[in-house]
């Protein structure tokens, strides 16, 4: 077993990278408080996160809301760093964008409030996203941290369905930072792409369900692979921790470990899984869409931080996952 390292506190812990992220955590020895939302008539089953090695004598449950920033301070009191990956997503398009921005600023804000009420947290990690990087219009090939996506650029490029979710990271992570730096409070961000890899919360992680729309023969999915930037879930589990535990750590850290075409993915899908109906390269040729730049991780590298994971992990242990669960 490893060493006490303390309390810290994970939000959102139902999601995709945080409940791996609290795998994570209790295996390297950390006590770890997650929120989950509301529920008032125990209908959620959390066995997923409660029989996860060490959650019964290291991991607490909270119930909290971003609509109610003051929730979280009962799971934050006490904790010596957080990290905030919960957002609100609305990929149904039933709540204006305005309506799901203000949720995440002002949660992520009260949040950042509780931190410096505690007086013991040290650091923040803000999980952001590619997408608060990517969308600037600019024809670039690959992009460092000092870009940032552009508001109006989303609006105008893409649907309301999808944008909203864009937009709320760019600007929840921009005013994270910015109360960090005004208020003495250690705030970093870590912006993974396409994170894919295996999952232990019960629901399909839409970024898994992208990666493989190939395999699940999802038409629709292929334009948005045209030029994919990807992460293992484990390592952005690792860069979180790293950067929680590394002293030098300051402002935003792209995580992103390898990127290829749809037709590179098809050629490799093919070759690697023959037993699904994988479409040729040839058959790709004319799918048209949105190009996106790769994200460079050489910041979080010149840090000491490895990726351990390669493309072939990434999609063996999303496949094996989706069969596991019943997906495949």
Not at 145 to 173: C, N
Not at 223 to 231: D, G, R
Request: proline share 5%; glycine share 8%.
């Amino acid at each position: 077993m490893e060493e006490d390292k303390g309390t810290v506190c994970v939000t959102g812990g139902t999601g995709f990278i945080a409940s791996w992220l609290i795998k994570r955590l209790l295996q390297e020895g950390y006590s770890v408080r997650t929120t989950v939302r509301p529920d008032p008539e125990n209908k959620r089953d959390l066995c997923f996160l409660t029989s996860l090695p060490g959650a019964a004598e290291k991991l607490k449950i909270f119930s909290a809301d971003l609509s109610d920033p003051h929730s979280f301070d009962a799971a934050i009191e006490g904790s010596k760093g957080v990290f905030h990956v919960a957002t609100p997503v609305d990929f149904g398009n039933e709540e204006p964008e305005e309506t799901v921005t203000e949720r995440a600023i002002s949660g992520a804000l009260g949040i950042l409030k509780s931190c410096l009420k505690s007086k013991t947290v040290k650091r923040v990690v803000y999980t952001s996203s590619a997408s608060a990087v990517v969308f600037n219009g600019q024809d670039l090939d690959m992009l460092d941290e000092s870009f940032w996506s552009d508001v109006d650029f989303i609006r105008g490029i893409l649907h309301p369905s999808t944008r909203s979710y864009m937009i709320s990271k760019t600007l929840t992570e921009r005013a994270a930072l910015e109360f960090g730096a005004q208020h003495g409070l250690d705030v970093v961000s870590v912006i993974p792409s396409f994170v894919v890899g295996p999952f232990i919360c019960p629901k399909f992680p839409g970024s898994v369900r992208s990666a493989l729309a190939l395999v699940l023969g999802e038409q629709h999915g292929y334009s948005a692979l045209l030029n994919t930037p990807m992460v293992h879930v484990d390592d952005v589990a690792r860069a979180h921790i790293f950067l929680f535990e590394y002293p030098d750590a300051k402002g935003r850290y792209n995580c992103s470990s390898y990127r290829m075409s749809l037709q590179e993915m098809s050629e490799f899908l093919c070759a690697k899984y023959p037993e699904f109906p994988i479409p040729t390269p040839e058959s790709l040729a004319e799918i048209k869409g949105q190009k996106y730049p790769g994200l460079s991780s050489k910041k979080l590298l010149d840090t000491g931080f490895k990726f351990n994971y390669g493309v072939e992990e990434m999609f063996d242990d999303a496949i094996n996952c989706c069969k596991e669960k019943g997906f495949l």
